[in-house]
């Protein structure tokens, strides 16, 4: 064996058809677990390779020749629901192009779904549920040295016997033992990583995850992979990251993609301390839930280079808010946007539209919210039931909707309430943005950030002059304007 690994982010659908022009704004994140995984690879004397298919422009066919050529012995996929049919299919050119190779997948689709698609596609020959760090290195080892694949905690695999399941792993506490993810493997890194437009101050810019886990059970979401206990990196081990990404790649700015940055406000005060006693002129941003934040931490944070933080406000509705089991209500939510905003970080609504129990007058709920709240940003996302998420139970029971996965991204809509139709919601996903972008004060905060960074202005222009062509190929193609229509919607 050539101890060769090749980890893939492989390509999916991340823009919603008749919505291309949204790619010159959108974000261009890594696949951070990928990183993790890279580097404990590399710890136990394996040679790793990541390919980032969307920042390398590969597509599936392309993908498998890149990575045939570089003939490993073990291939690793990361999962999300929307790129499992194209990881089919690199894994099953790989399999015709190497046919010796081992394919492994990982991450939130096998983590909530593994077992269904282990037994789907038999072209994946191994499977990690959960945190992939320690697995994949028994893994690797018993494939090495002929181990005993029972004994691996979070592991699937084929047996004579057909499809086995181990054991699931323990969540682990030691983060900190972990090596640190192997930026340097990245292609390309950090020039080719960009963030959404407007979405930072300046770059380059990395993504760290500094805590995994949380508690809460909102019903939309997916916390399969690392579970409702919350485990941390010392803020000694986050600077440390942080001075790492400065020192060797000039990264001045750091966006946390923890799910509950603030789950403990000790913690986040002492990596404020930290980070500042380094002197480092960095900025950051994170998550927080609006009944995590409070104005003597927010000074801190301020203080320490905290540029935005992203709320998950969800809607404008409490009935809607109750549905969610979201344990929060507007009053908080806006009670905490205006602290941040008063404390002077700029703040990002997450929202989403669609959700079961939406109808016109919880639209018109969030419509009046976004127009009161001093919010900076709004991220609105057409509600997807990922796998994994307490509510695809509710609304699929155990049936599988295999044939929406490729569309799970938050950009379309796969699903709608009662009273609703598609069409409706994708006029109101376009009439809710425009509610809040259309406020003279948004306005102006963007015409000030674009003037003092004119590397915006150029992917503004680039997303405008497509927009326009939208909008004219969708009003003489006899759709009055609207972007996305049902046919599209509804495979
Ligand atoms: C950062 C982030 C992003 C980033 C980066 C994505 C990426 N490729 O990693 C961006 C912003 C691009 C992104 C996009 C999306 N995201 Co996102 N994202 C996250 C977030 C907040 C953190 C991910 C992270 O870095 N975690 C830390 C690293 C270390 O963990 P990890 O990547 O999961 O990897 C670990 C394990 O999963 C496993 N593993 C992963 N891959 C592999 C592969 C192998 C071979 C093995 C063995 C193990 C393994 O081992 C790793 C180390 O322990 C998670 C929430 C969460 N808590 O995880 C959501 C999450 C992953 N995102 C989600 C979704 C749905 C999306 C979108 C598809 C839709 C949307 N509206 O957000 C879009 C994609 C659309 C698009 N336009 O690109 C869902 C996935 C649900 C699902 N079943 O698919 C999550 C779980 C959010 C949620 N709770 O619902 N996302
Ligand atoms: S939405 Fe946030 S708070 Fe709710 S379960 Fe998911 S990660 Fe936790």
């Not at 750091?254 to 480092?280: H, K, Q, Y």
């Amino acid at each position: 064996m050539q101890r060769r690994i090749v980890l893939v982010n492989p390509p999916y659908e991340r823009i919603a058809p008749g919505y291309e022009f949204v790619r010159h704004v959108t974000n261009r994140s890594p696949s951070l677990g990928l990183l993790h995984l890279a580097a404990v690879a590399r710890e136990h004397a394996w040679t790793p390779t990541i390919v980032e298919s969307d920042a390398q422009q590969l597509d599936e066919a392309a993908v498998v020749e890149h990575v045939a050529a570089l003939a490993p012995d073990v291939v690793g996929i990361t999962l999300f629901t929307v790129g499992v049919w194209a990881s089919v299919g690199i894994a099953r050119g790989l399999k015709q192009r190497l046919p010796g190779v081992k394919i492994v997948v990982g991450g939130p689709h096998v983590s909530s779904m593994g077992r269904e698609t282990m037994e789907r596609f038999g072209d994946f020959d191994y499977a990690i549920v959960g945190e992939g760090e320690w697995a994949l290195v028994e893994l690797l080892d018993a494939l090495e040295h002929g181990g005993d694949l029972a004994a691996i905690a979070g592991l699937m695999w084929r047996g004579a016997a057909g499809l086995q399941v181990n054991a699931a792993q323990p969540y682990r506490k030691e983060l900190d033992e972990l090596p640190m993810p192997a930026w340097d493997l990245l292609p390309d890194f950090p020039r080719a990583y960009p963030p959404a437009i407007f979405d930072f101050p300046r770059g380059p810019v990395a993504t760290i995850a500094a805590s995994r886990g949380c508690p809460f059970h909102c019903r939309f979401c997916d916390t399969s992979t690392f579970g409702a206990r919350v485990r941390a990196y010392s803020p000694k081990a986050v600077v440390g990251m942080i001075e790492h990404l400065h020192q060797r790649w000039g990264v001045r700015h750091i966006m946390f993609v923890d799910d509950l940055f603030l789950a403990s406000r000790v913690r986040v005060s002492e990596f404020c301390e930290r980070l500042l006693a380094t002197g480092l002129e960095i900025t950051w941003t994170c998550t927080a839930r609006v009944d995590t934040v409070k104005p003597e931490v927010l000074a801190l944070m301020r203080k320490a280079g905290c540029w935005e933080i992203s709320f998950g406000l969800e809607t404008g509705s409490n009935e809607l808010l109750v549905q969610m089991d979201k344990d929060a209500r507007v009053e908080e939510s806006e009670q905490a946007v205006r602290w941040t905003h008063a404390a002077g970080i700029r703040t990002k609504g997450l929202f989403m539209l669609g959700y079961p129990g939406e109808t016109r007058e919880t639209i018109r709920a969030t419509k009046d919210f976004v127009r009161r709240i001093p919010l900076s940003i709004m991220n609105l996302t057409k509600f997807t039931p990922y796998p994994g998420s307490p509510i695809y139970i509710d609304l699929y029971g155990t049936k599988i909707r295999a044939d929406h996965w490729q569309k799970m991204n938050g950009m379309n809509f796969v699903w709608a309430p009662e009273g609703l139709s598609i069409q409706e919601l994708d006029r109101e996903y376009q009439e809710l943005l425009l509610a809040f972008y259309r406020r003279p004060a948004v306005g102006w905060h963007y015409l000030k950030m674009a003037l003092a960074h004119p590397a915006h202005l150029a992917r503004l222009a680039r997303f405008g002059a497509g927009a326009a062509a939208a909008k004219t190929r969708s009003l003489f193609g006899g759709r009055k304007g609207l972007l996305v229509g049902p046919a599209e919607n509804l495979g």
